[in-house]
T-cell receptor, first 119, second 110 residues
Framework: NAGVTQTPKFQVLKTGQSMTLQCAQD?????MSWYRQDPGMGLRLIHY???????DQGEVPNGYNVSRSTTEDFPLRLLSAAPSQTSVYFC??????????????????FGPGTRLTVL | GQQLNQSPQSMFIQEGEDVSMNCTSS?????WLWYKQDPGEGPVLLIA?????ELTSNGRLTAQFGITRKDSFLNISASIPSDVGIYFC??????????FGQGTRLTINP
């Protein structure tokens, strides 16, 4: 299994440009999510999906769109890039757990990240 | 929203020393996760905790799920150079959102 893959690894955009960050997983996980990581702030949830056709907002959704047409893919779209969106973006996926604890999901597996710079 | 307060923010230790870091919240969490992130990589899961009071080990790492369900700690014994990195605590807020602490940056002097 390749696990969680992300493309591109690096990207530079000009203010106002749009682009899509790709994320795919081959583990048949129901749950997928996008985070951004900024210095000193940990990882903040942008959007998440609990299955194909279902998406919801996280902590910092403004300026980003997502869709989940298949179990495997969860692309993140920047509609009109702004310098404030300069960050490292991580995609993650989780299997639905059976048994331990009341949470619906347990471990999250992360991709290698996309480093985005908006000029 | 729910937040996790992780401390310390950074640690500078000598190789061979033990390390302790913790995570607290004003809200109850049902699952606690501890991750390590190496430079240029995504976080990697170290330990998962599912029950209040649970103590779990993974090699030189030991983590505990606080009895109040509002805190957790991670200990690393006999640190080695490859332990360098950023350690994050995380907890599931409700059923569908994973919340992260700000991270503890560990630096080891040989």
């Amino acid at each position: 299994n390749a696990g969680v893959t992300q493309t591109p690894k690096f990207q530079v955009l000009k203010t106002g440009q749009s682009m899509t960050l790709q994320c795919a997983q081959d583990m048949n996980h129901e749950y997928m999510s996008w985070y951004r990581q900024d210095p000193g702030m940990g990882l903040r949830l942008i959007h998440y999906s609990v299955g194909a056709g279902i998406t919801d907002q996280g902590e910092v959704p403004n300026g980003y769109n997502v869709s989940r047409s298949t179990t495997e893919d969860f692309p993140l779209r920047l509609l009109s890039a702004a310098p404030s969106q300069t960050s490292v973006y991580f995609c993650a996926s989780s299997p639905k757990h059976l048994g331990q604890g009341p949470s619906s999901y347990n471990e999250q597996f992360f991709g290698p990240g996309t480093r985005l710079t908006v000029l | 929203g729910q937040q996790l307060n992780q401390s310390p923010q950074s640690m500078f230790i000598q190789e061979g020393e033990d390390v302790s870091m913790n995570c607290t919240s004003s809200s109850i969490f049902n699952t606690w996760l501890w991750y390590k992130q190496d430079p240029g990589e995504g976080p990697v899961l170290l330990i998962a905790l599912y029950k209040a009071g649970e103590l779990t080990s993974n090699g030189r790492l030991t983590a505990q799920f606080g009895i109040t369900r509002k805190d957790s700690f991670l200990n690393i014994s006999a640190s080695i150079p490859s332990d360098v990195g950023i350690y994050f605590c995380a907890g599931w807020a409700g059923a569908q959102k994973l919340v992260f602490g700000q991270g503890t940056r560990l630096t080891i002097n040989p």
